[in-house]
């Protein structure tokens, strides 16, 4: 039988869209309140399911909590290196989620599931 193992979590932070090869103009066309120098906030809400016993729950969860806390009340932009040179979507963070989750265990990630809004997120299956 499939043992699947569900952990949800929160944190805040703030990003801007900005591609820096376009014009300030061109970015706020295509951005529009998304791109302004000093970003915006979100209280992201992340779902993580895991092919793991319940026993490894503590240890899942821990996990978890490590990766999110280096997001949590951060801006995104500044402060982690992978979203200096890339833009940190939603999509983008889940797949930052991913790699950062895959170094903390070797149990087989199911699913990852991030949402910025009730209504707006992205899946990694």
């Not at 793991?52 to 009340?73: E, G, K």
């Not at 200096?84 to 699913?111: D, F, G, H, M, W």
């Amino acid at each position: 039988m499939k043992k699947t193992l569900v952990l949800e979590a929160d944190f805040n932070s703030a990003h801007f869209y900005n591609q820096p090869q376009w014009s300030e103009k061109k970015n706020q066309e295509v951005f529009g309140r998304c791109f302004t120098k000093y970003g915006h906030g979100h209280n992201y809400k992340v779902r993580v399911e895991w092919d793991a016993d319940p026993s490894q729950l503590l240890n899942m969860r821990n996990h978890l909590n490590d990766v999110i806390h280096v997001l949590d009340h951060e801006h995104l932009n500044f402060v982690i290196p992978e979203f200096q040179s890339q833009i940190p979507t939603t999509e983008v963070i889940v797949q930052y989620l991913e790699k950062k989750l895959k170094e903390k265990t070797s149990a087989p990630l199911l699913n990852i599931e991030l949402f910025e809004t009730p209504t707006i997120g992205a899946r990694l299956k």
